[in-house]
């Protein structure tokens, strides 16, 4: 063996125990999103640093395809097989279309799950939703309720999307149900705005004629939010009404600063990152099991529990407001 | 003189050896070479075999339409609706599949869908004598189309357990099923292209249509049959891509046909037509593949990627040409 031939497997096997080295005291997580260079997922990625800073042994590996397509995320998450990583968290593009290669990928044995958009049940151990149906339908009157006079009750009415919108209409009936232990808000009315703007702020427009006397309009939709919140403005009568909801912060930065909405919620994407980050971590450790009923530890944010399709709910809607807008605006 | 199709008639031949070791495809294989290495060395995990086998699917079933479009392109046309074949292919598949069919059926039926939408193209281009590339830009949105009416937002999930065995099988140790289709489609069309008359004709037409013509060649009959081959080959595709997927959504492969095409210059096919090799397909699917799981073991962003395999292209494409006049 020449003399560069013994250097270089000298340097081979150094490198080799380095990386062996390196994998002992390193869990590596891949957080796998939708598509590259989206804001909301960005801001998802730092939560997820943030969650490797406080747990110390952790990478993060953050990653996804150019474009939204199942395709392109299978040929990510087979490259993250490829290099034996111990956690994938993915956001997926498709719920059935990854379940072949994500069920590859438990069998290798690396921790699987979902967060923000989900896998079928067979191609994850557990999946986060941001919040729950129950959590957010508290939220939107409770955003109502907290800005109105605390005695008396004041008419309030709902701007939704259609009378078909699955996920408005499930708000909206847990928010009737939590509704009693709100006495100062009294829902006057529901209208659909169908989701299109100039729709929704006809029926904005309507409903403030309709009631003189409304004081909020909730809209859990991030299109009648913005709209109600124009219709308001142009009415003159930002102070008056109040616009609250489910908004996106970039789009309601300028109603917020106007005063047409005092305030209003959305998933927080950081928080939403970084729990993820924290369940793969523990359910890679083995010191949590993914199974109906268990409960999580995610570090600052508390815990989850899993319901009995293996499903958590993260936390209440974040609320946005004059104080943290301008920096969540640039981000999503 | 410089006809059209910018090729060149040598006044005298050169030797078989040098002219093989100038060709395409050894500058292909040279790349394919350099750039396995440089993987292996780049990341420890690219040579194990497993994840070589897992590799593989990042380009079979888009080699396996290039083959075909290798041929069309080299008679002067394009395909451009595969991407959209393979969708509807897939959607059919699907329907069959709710409706309770068995694999057998299923197989029929993908096939069957690639060669009427095959057939379709032909008609139009062959018969009514339309530009090939009009022709699919607008097939490529009608077929997707259907399968967008049909599903919606919806998907089609269940398929039959036998059916994954397609494209999640393996026919020996790491040879996955698909490696296997990929080798005989390969094989196949190198023999139809290299070792046929209809070869011939399929390059004679490239190279001079009229003349092809004149010469007693059956022209419209044979670019007929060429788009028969990719819609074909784009059905066995959809039964490979649906049975690994495992489910079908009407965005299904979208964004194949350009990759395709990519595969088919890189191998070395001239776009204007009448010249390219079976070989240079199969080693240009080859690097494509490689570069992109290489880079991907190394976490690099797909953005930065699809830059990388831009500037591939354009370099292997410019390389030759650069050589030639630098030596006027």
């Known amino acids: 063996m020449s003399v560069i031939g013994k250097a270089l497997a000298t340097a081979a096997m150094g490198l080799a125990l380095m990386t062996t080295a390196a994998q002992a005291e390193e869990m590596r997580i891949a957080l796998v999103v939708k598509a590259l260079g989206i804001g909301f997922f960005e801001a998802a990625n730092k939560g997820a640093e943030e969650a490797a800073k406080e747990l110390g042994d952790v990478k993060i590996i953050y990653t996804g395809p150019t474009d939204t397509t199942a395709e392109g995320q299978i040929e990510v998450i087979n490259s993250l097989i490829a ?4 956690a994938i968290a993915v956001s997926a593009n498709d719920t059935d ?3 072949p290669t994500l069920k590859k990928a438990m069998d290798r044995g690396i921790t699987v799950i979902s967060w923000d958009s989900g896998v079928a049940p067979e191609g994850r151990q557990m999946h986060l939703n941001p919040s729950s149906s129950s959590l957010i339908g508290n939220m939107i009157i409770k955003l109502a309720a907290d800005n109105l006079p605390k005695d008396g009750t004041s008419e309030v009415a709902v701007l939704s999307a259609t009378t078909t919108s699955t996920n408005q209409n499930t708000w909206i009936e847990e928010m009737n149900k939590v509704a009693p232990n709100y006495p100062n808000v009294k829902v006057v009315g529901t209208v659909y705005g169908d989701d299109l703007a100039d729709k929704s702020y006809r029926e904005a427009q309507g409903l403030m004629q309709t009631y003189p006397n409304l004081k909020a309009i909730i ?7 913005v709209a109600a919140a124009q219709a308001v403005t142009d009415a003159g009568k930002v102070g008056q009404v109040n616009v609250t909801g489910l908004g996106l912060p970039s789009e309601m930065a300028g109603h917020v600063k106007s005063g047409a909405s005092k305030s209003f919620a959305i998933w927080n994407p950081i928080d939403l990152g970084y729990s993820a980050t924290m369940l793969a971590y523990h359910l890679a450790k083995k010191d949590a099991e993914a199974k109906p009923g268990a409960s999580i530890a995610i570090g600052r944010m508390g815990e989850v529990k899993l319901d009995d399709k293996n499903e958590a709910a993260m936390a209440d809607p974040f609320v946005y407001d004059a104080g943290n807008i301008d920096q969540f605006s640039s981000i999503f | 003189m410089t006809t059209a199709t910018g090729r060149q008639i040598p006044d005298r031949l050169t030797s078989p050896l040098s002219r093989a070791l100038k060709s395409w495809e050894a500058l292909l ?11 292996s060395l780049a ?10 086998s897992d590799a593989s699917f990042n380009f079979t079933e888009k080699a396996m339409i290039a083959f075909a479009m290798a041929m069309l392109i080299i008679a002067g046309e394009i395909d451009l609706s595969v991407g959209s074949i393979i969708a509807l292919a897939s959607t059919v598949m699907g329907a069959a599949a709710a409706a309770g069919m068995g694999t057998p059926a299923l197989v029929v039926l993908g096939l069957g869908t690639g060669l009427v939408c095959g057939a379709f193209n032909g008609l139009l281009v062959a018969r009514f004598g339309l530009p090939s590339i009009v022709v699919t830009i607008g097939t490529m949105s009608l077929f997707r189309g259907i399968s967008y009416i049909a599903l919606g937002d919806g998907a089609y999930t269940t398929y039959p357990d036998s059916f994954a065995w397609f494209g999640q099988g393996y026919v020996w140790w790491v040879i996955t099923v698909e490696l296997v289709i990929f080798a005989l489609a390969a094989l196949a069309f190198g023999i139809l292209l290299h070792r046929t008359n209809f070869g011939r004709m399929v390059y004679a037409i490239g190279n001079n249509a009229t003349a092809a013509r004149f010469s007693g060649i059956r ?21 490979c891509l649906t049975s690994r997927l495992g489910s079908t959504r009407p965005s299904i492969a979208s964004g194949f046909e350009l990759e395709v095409v990519t595969i088919v210059v890189l191998g070395g096919v001239s776009i204007l037509g009448g ?3 079976i070989a240079g397909v199969v080693l240009a699917a080859l690097v494509m593949g490689l570069v992109t799981f290489g880079l991907g073991l190394l976490n690099v962003p797909g953005i930065v990627m699809s ?12 390389l030759p040409r650069l050589w030639t006049m630098l030596r006027k």
């Open chain 2, 307 to 318: 830059i990388i395999m831009g500037l591939l292209l354009i370099s292997v494409i410019a």
């Open chain 2, 275 to 277: 010249s390219g090799s």
């Open chain 2, 29 to 39: 294989l040279v790349v394919a070479v350099a750039i396995f290495i440089a993987n």
């Open chain 1, 219 to 225: 809209a859990p939709t991030s299109v009648g939010i």
């Open chain 2, 43 to 52: 990341s420890p995990y690219f040579l194990d075999p497993w994840n070589l």
């Open chain 1, 83 to 86: 290099q034996k990583v111990d």
């Open chain 2, 219 to 239: 022209v419209e009959k044979i670019r007929f049959i060429l788009f028969l081959l990719t819609g074909l080959m784009s059905g066995i595709a959809s039964i």
């Open chain 1, 97 to 99: 279309a990854l379940v």
